[in-house]
């Protein structure tokens, strides 16, 4: 079974720090992996794609490393703010799917950076 | 990216109603969209893969006769869902991907209570 776990499930960090957020993923053959960041009551925000021959993409504060071959990726936040308070998705599209380009999605990591 | 709008945003519907949920995709040509579903700090589920000109794509355990999936354009695609129950309440996102593309982009989502 495809599945993408997210560990931890909620972080508190006081501004400034840096932090990781973990996501694996049960099957090492993917098309890409997306992080996405979700605002309560709201839609989701693309944060960084990561196709499946890339190892690492950065954009700003953030970067997402991500190794196939042992399912993981990370999100790498650099010098946080209380602004990147927000629940953190890690997607898979999985190259062997049922489900064609849909994105499996873990349950995400609830972040509150405190001032 | 990609600009994704649904409509309406939050909808209160009595029990026994049907409720139309737009996905637009503005810029681009969408030949597919994907409906997810999110309960209270719950994951995004896959509910159906649409292919505009042909019917959609259910996952398991999604009623296709309860929830009714029209992609009849390249812009645009509805989920009406039929007789609504309580237990219906979530929230609604579309995503779209283009031809060949790679990455979804994702409206804001659509809030429904059945009461």
């Not at chain 1, 776990?5 to 720090?17: D, F, K, N, R």
């Not at chain 2, 309440?89 to 283009?98: L, N, P």
């Given at each position: 079974k495809q599945e993408v776990t997210q560990i931890p499930?909620?972080?508190?960090?006081?501004?400034?720090?840096?932090?990781?957020?973990?996501?694996?993923?049960t099957d090492?053959?993917?098309?890409?992996?997306?992080?996405?960041?979700?605002?309560?009551?709201?839609?989701?925000?693309?944060?960084l794609l990561i196709q499946s021959s890339q190892r690492e993409q950065t954009s700003g504060r953030l970067n997402a490393s991500l190794d196939k071959s042992s399912g993981r990726s990370t999100l790498y936040i650099a010098a946080s703010q209380p602004g990147d308070s927000a629940t953190y998705l890690c997607a898979v599209r999985?190259?062997?799917?049922?489900?064609?380009?849909?994105?499996?999605?873990?349950?995400?990591?609830?972040?509150?950076?405190?001032? | 990216g990609a600009v994704v709008s649904q409509h309406p945003s939050r909808v209160i519907c009595k029990s026994g109603t049907s409720v139309k949920i737009e996905c637009r995709s503005l810029d681009f040509q969408a030949t597919t969209m994907f409906w997810y579903r999110q309960f209270p700090k719950k994951s995004l589920m896959l509910m159906a893969t649409s292919n505009e000109g042909s019917k959609a794509?259910?996952?398991?355990?999604?009623?296709?006769?309860?929830f009714l999936i029209n992609h009849a354009s390249l812009t645009l695609s509805t989920l009406t869902v039929t007789s609504a129950h309580p237990e219906d309440s979530s929230f609604y996102i579309c995503s779209v991907r283009?031809?060949?593309?790679?990455?979804?982009?994702?409206?804001?989502?659509?809030?429904?209570?059945?009461?």
């Amino acid at each position: 079974k495809q599945e993408v776990t997210q560990i931890p499930a909620a972080l508190s960090v006081p501004e400034g720090e840096n932090l990781v957020l973990n996501c694996s993923f049960t099957d090492s053959a993917i098309y890409n992996l997306q992080w996405f960041r979700q605002d309560p009551g709201k839609g989701l925000t693309s944060l960084l794609l990561i196709q499946s021959s890339q190892r690492e993409q950065t954009s700003g504060r953030l970067n997402a490393s991500l190794d196939k071959s042992s399912g993981r990726s990370t999100l790498y936040i650099a010098a946080s703010q209380p602004g990147d308070s927000a629940t953190y998705l890690c997607a898979v599209r999985f190259t062997n799917s049922n489900s064609g380009y849909a994105l499996n999605f873990g349950k995400g990591t609830s972040l509150l950076v405190t001032p | 990216g990609a600009v994704v709008s649904q409509h309406p945003s939050r909808v209160i519907c009595k029990s026994g109603t049907s409720v139309k949920i737009e996905c637009r995709s503005l810029d681009f040509q969408a030949t597919t969209m994907f409906w997810y579903r999110q309960f209270p700090k719950k994951s995004l589920m896959l509910m159906a893969t649409s292919n505009e000109g042909s019917k959609a794509t259910y996952e398991q355990g999604v009623e296709k006769d309860k929830f009714l999936i029209n992609h009849a354009s390249l812009t645009l695609s509805t989920l009406t869902v039929t007789s609504a129950h309580p237990e219906d309440s979530s929230f609604y996102i579309c995503s779209v991907r283009g031809q060949g593309g790679s990455e979804q982009y994702f409206g804001p989502g659509t809030r429904l209570t059945v009461t």
